[in-house]
């Protein structure tokens, strides 16, 4: 019995779909890449943006044509998408043999036997039914994987809907996450990425709400194999010292920040219920970069928030000038269901997207000046993969997240690289977002090539 697995969004729902896996291969199931090949067709959906819920539809669809070709493989949904809406999956899409929301991940095995059977299925539990801490596949190349230290979230911006599709924060011990860091290890796993909605939120619901990140770091530090260890994502207002302290003192922590600071407007930030104005902000990056010169800092924006006026634009503009942020990305805003930022008077669709399109522009520039600045310095990178079309190695140095971030290719004729190797490079060339290198002659350490 065939399983292909399709999954969408972000790392932590891989990391569920890696949890699913596993259940699904030890009840004696076999996974394929090929849809067509399939008996079950299992669509991890993602259900957090308008864009990605439209992914979504279009990849049920798609799987869905595969009914026609006389094999009928059997149609699962599972994930964000279908714990939001739920009923409506099956009413609109009749070809959906089952719908499954998070609280019933643990219950896969059974509802895939009943799907099988013949048996439309709709099951549904509370968000807090869903595992925290089980055993999992590793899905990503096996040189990095993500390790998913939370799920839910606290914060209740008022645009977002997770804590509605996710339910509140609910933190893993330290000793099974440093269990997990282990057997990654021994597979063969070489940069860690520390994932949840807020990482330094972690710990907050376990002790008294107080983060428990920094004692985290402390111990995943001690992982023999790990060499790199990423974060994604933290808040500005949890940006403490102890945090900072934590990042420069434990080496394998990567010099690289994932901020998501949403906007720069006070009141901006006031309407989307984020804890801290652009005072706070200001002061996260400059204790940031005070501390760790060599800090590549990540964003994500939101041009078009209800109520954001001109001026509020102008200031946003201003503030992404004046930063000048390593990497970041601007989504125009998309009003989402049951959220308190939907029913706000909303701008038009079109200004939205301009002004994202705006902010996109400014940092374009500011990002090829960065990557410009990069030519003839040596990087340490991390090799992904050869491109078969070009015979480049696509490798990222430490300011690179997988997926998410520019790529460093390099040239090597005359020794070829394995996937997951690190070497040293010197950079020869840029382009608008990435780098291009080739081997160095000398090699250089973690720190001095980050």
Partial sequence: ?????????????????????????????????????????????CGFIESAKQEAIDNILQAASYKKDGRNPKLVVTGCLAERYRQEIQKEIPEVDATVGIGC????????????????????????????????????????????????????????????????????????????????????????IV????????????????????????????????RWIRLLYAYPERITDEFIAAM????????????????ANSEVLKRMNRKGDRKVVEE??????????NLTLRTTLIAGFPGETQEQFEELCEFVTK??????????????????????????????????????QLQSRIMEEKQSAKVGSRLLVLCDEQDDETGLYICRSAADAPEIDT????????????????LTVTVTANDVYDLYAEPAKEECSDESAQ
């Fill in 323 to 360: 930063t000048r942020f390593d990497r970041l990305g601007c989504f125009a805003y998309s009003a989402e269901e049951d959220t308190p930022a939907a029913r706000l008077p909303q701008l038009p669709e079109q200004l939205r997207q301009e002004r994202a399109d705006q902010i996109m």
């Fill in 105 to 192: 991940n643990g219950d896969i095995v059974e509802i895939l036997q009943r799907a099988l059977s013949g048996e439309k299925v709709e099951a549904f539990g509370p968000k807090t039914d869903l595992s925290i801490d089980e055993k999992r596949v590793i899905s990503t190349p096996r040189h990095y994987a993500y390790l998913k230290i939370a799920e839910g979230c606290d914060n209740r911006c008022t645009y977002c809907a997770i804590p509605m599709i996710r339910g509140p924060l609910r933190s893993r011990t330290i000793d099974s996450l440093v269990a997990e860091a282990n057997w990654l290890a021994q597979e063969g796993v070489k940069e860690l």
């Fill in 1 to 45: 019995m065939k399983i292909a697995m399709i999954s969408l969004g972000c790392p932590k729902n891989q990391v569920d779909a890696d949890v699913l896996c596993h259940r699904l291969l030890a009840a004696g199931y076999e996974t394929t890449p090929y849809p067509e090949d399939a008996d079950v067709i299992l669509v991890n959906t």
């Fill in 284 to 293: 996260a990056i400059c204790r940031l970069r005070k501390a760790i010169p």
């Fill in 407 to 422: 790529v460093v290719y390099v040239k090597s004729d005359a020794v070829p690289l394995a996937q997951g190797e690190f």
């Fill in 195 to 226: 994932v949840a909605q807020d990482v330094t939120a972690y710990g907050c619901d376990l002790n008294g709400g107080h983060s428990l990140i920094a004692p985290l770091l402390d111990q995943l530090q001690k992982v023999e194999g790990i």
């Fill in 248 to 263: 420069c003192r434990n080496s394998k922590v990567v010099p690289y920040l994932d901020l998501p600071i949403q906007h």
